[in-house]
Structure formats: structure tokens, C-alpha cells
T-cell receptor
């Protein structure tokens, strides 16, 4: 079955530590997205990538970094510069072609908490 | 002003009631309008989408878009306890060849047996 796999489901970060959230998709989608979800604030875009080796900042990119070395993979690193990282992180993918907005698929999310 | 406004609720109704969920938006360039359902600590799943003004029906769900008023709604008929979830509206606009999606805050809905 095609889909998006996020791991781990739960992650704990110590002060000053960088942590990496994994996102893998086998939908052959070109575009991939990372969102952050806080209670009562909906989903906010962190980074997105339309093609391999290219990505753009979203609305809240500070303190985060990404890479897109393979079409299937779009890992997100939460750096020590992100002072309030506790949130639910969602990865999503979409066919690049405009007009397919309804085909956005989400992973099952990673809950990141600070120790 | 946020591009998309959604009442976060929470909203609690008895089983069998008709539920109305609403979002307003300010960007007239939005082309696609979606409703997602999200169960606790899961990824959102697409419930309904439309790209034109008017109504779209799918079983117990009806999505309504009024572009002149910049207002969208989701109606749930004969609501069931299994409909208890957070409902997110989302809208998209093409930006530099990619779809930019903007989400509402989400409305937490509880259907009481």
C-alpha cells in the first residue's frame, strides 16, 4: 500500500540537542511538506520541497533544517536554536502538478517533547 | 488578520444532530477548498474538497463554498459518535508552481451518544 511513514511516533529532546524526524513516502509524489501543529493553532508550514535537492522555507522555518537527497525522503532536523520545539509534527506529500491540492497525503505524525 | 479563520470550539452535540462547521478567509486567490478530519494524535485525512462555489454532497457530509462572502461550511447530518474528531478547513493557492495550503485552527467536535 502506498503511503507516508513518519518515525519515530514519540521523540524526546534534551536541552541543546539536535533531533531528526524521518519522513518516507512511496507515492511517487514530487512535493513534500513539513507542518507543525500546536493546540488551537492548526497546521503551520515549516519547509517544503518540490523536487530533489531543492527546498523552500515556510512560515516558521527558524530553528529547523531539512534535506531532500532522494525523492522518497524528506527528513526534518529540529536544532537547538528552536527554543519551543514541543509540538506534533506532520509530514505530507502532494503530486507537484498544480490542481492536485486535494491529493495531499499526511503521515501519522511525530510528537516531540522536551525533557 | 489570519488568512483563514476557524472557530476552535470545542463543539459538543447529541448523536443524530446536524453539525455545522465554518471557516472564513481573506485571500480571494484561494482556488481549492478542503475539509480534513483528524483523530487524536493521527494525521489529518481528506474528507471533502471542492473548487467552485456551491454545494458538494458525499453521504452524510455536505461542503458548501460561497466565494462572494469568502465563507465555507461543512455540514454533517445524522451525526455519529465516530464523527468525534477535530475538523480542519484548508485552502490552497498556487505559489511559484507549488500548492500553498493554509489551514484553519481546527474545530474540536464531540458527538455524545
Amino acid at each position: 500500500d502506498g503511503g507516508i511513514t513518519q518515525s519515530p511516533k514519540y521523540l524526546f529532546r534534551k536541552e541543546g540537542q539536535n533531533v531528526t524526524l524521518s519522513c518516507e513516502q512511496n507515492l511517487n509524489h514530487d512535493a513534500m511538506y513539513w507542518y507543525r501543529q500546536d493546540p488551537g493553532q492548526g497546521l503551520r508550514l515549516i519547509y517544503y520541497s518540490q523536487i530533489v535537492n531543492d527546498f523552500q522555507k515556510g512560515d516558521i522555518a527558524e530553528g529547523y533544517s531539512v534535506s531532500r537527497e532522494k525523492k522518497e525522503s524528506f527528513p526534518l532536523t529540529v536544532t537547538s536554536a528552536q527554543k519551543n520545539p514541543t509540538a506534533f509534527y506532520l509530514c505530507a506529500s502532494l503530486p507537484r502538478r498544480s490542481g492536485d491540492a486535494e491529493k495531499l497525503f499526511f503521515g501519522s505524525g511525530t510528537q516531540l517533547s522536551v525533557l | 488578520q489570519k488568512e483563514v479563520e476557524q472557530d476552535p470550539g470545542p463543539l459538543s452535540v447529541p448523536e443524530g444532530a446536524i453539525v455545522s462547521l465554518n471557516c472564513t478567509y481573506s485571500n480571494s486567490a484561494f482556488q481549492y477548498f478542503m475539509w480534513y478530519r483528524q483523530y487524536s494524535r493521527k494525521g489529518p485525512e481528506l474528507l471533502m474538497y471542492t473548487y467552485s462555489s456551491g454545494n458538494k454532497e458525499d453521504g452524510r457530509f455536505t461542503a458548501q463554498v460561497d466565494k462572494s462572502s469568502k465563507y465555507i461550511s461543512l455540514f454533517i447530518r445524522d451525526s455519529q459518535p465516530s464523527d468525534s474528531a477535530t475538523y480542519l478547513c484548508a485552502m490552497s493557492v498556487p505559489v511559484q508552481g507549488a500548492q500553498k495550503l493554509v489551514f484553519g485552527q481546527g474545530t474540536r467536535l464531540t458527538i455524545n451518544p
